[in-house]
């Protein structure tokens, strides 16, 4: 097995774009001369657009072909947990030879990432932890057909090892000093369950909407959504706050959204998230 270490290059981040990119054709067709915002871009090329204003305004998830993301996942999963959850209602979907792409109605708030939430983020913390508890407590385990399970993620990572694709732009700062090897040893001791539920899937503070009650109002990015241990999304919750509040949100997240911290799956979790997110 290697023993290349997981140190990495700095990524390009996803985020709302400094520059807007151009729009893709498909999403200047679906907006029909409506006004057309890119909100969020990712490090792969993808693209969420708001389109329009009012009553009438929707989002369009765009993926370009060969960029990796399954948007056709994502839509599934909307799907079947819009029957339970606030989570983005599919209006449209479809493809072309340059990408992918589905529209989806407008849920009220703001992201956890916003301007207006990021100057409070006690309450921006809080209102994630509840919306994440809520989310566990109310998709329903044995009617999911999802998995993001440790154990098949796991086999991802094994897989990818094998095959020489893990290394140096694979693992965090925190998993800098880790070889492949030494990686895989940590990862096969999966931790015990604690409690089974429907996780996000990326859990991460921009896909918690929040209204201006500060309550939480919905949750979007759901494209791994699935059946794992709660430890999975908690341990990418509370690191997220880091990235995006600073330092010390960590513990009130857990607060509000009623559990002790637990070092050890945490860890666990973080580096899993690290090699197969």
Known sequence: MSTERLTVSTPTASGPPRRP??????????????????????EVGGLTLEVGAGAGRC????????SGIDLTGEVQRARWAGAFAAVPRVLDEGADETGAWFVSAALPGQSAVSERWTAEPDRAVEAIGRGLRTLHDTLPVPACPFSWSAEERLATVRSRAAAGMLGPRDGGPE???L???????ILEDVP?????VVCHGDACSPNTLIDERGLPS?????GSLGVADRWAV??????????????????RLLEAYGVEPDPHRTAYYRLLWDLCP
């Open 21 to 42: 990119p151009p729009v893709p054709p498909a999403v200047e067709r679906i907006a029909a001369g409506r006004p057309v915002r890119t909100v969020w871009a990712n």
């Open 59 to 66: 989002f369009v998830k765009w993926a370009p072909t060969g």
């Open 175 to 177: 998993h800098q000093d």
């Open 179 to 185: 070889t492949v090897s030494e990686a895989l040893a």
């Open 192 to 196: 015990p369950l604690d409690r089974l």
């Open 218 to 222: 919905g949750h979007v990015d759901l």
């Open 234 to 251: 908690l341990a990418i919750a509370t690191w997220s706050t880091q990235w995006n509040y600073g330092r010390g949100w960590e513990t």
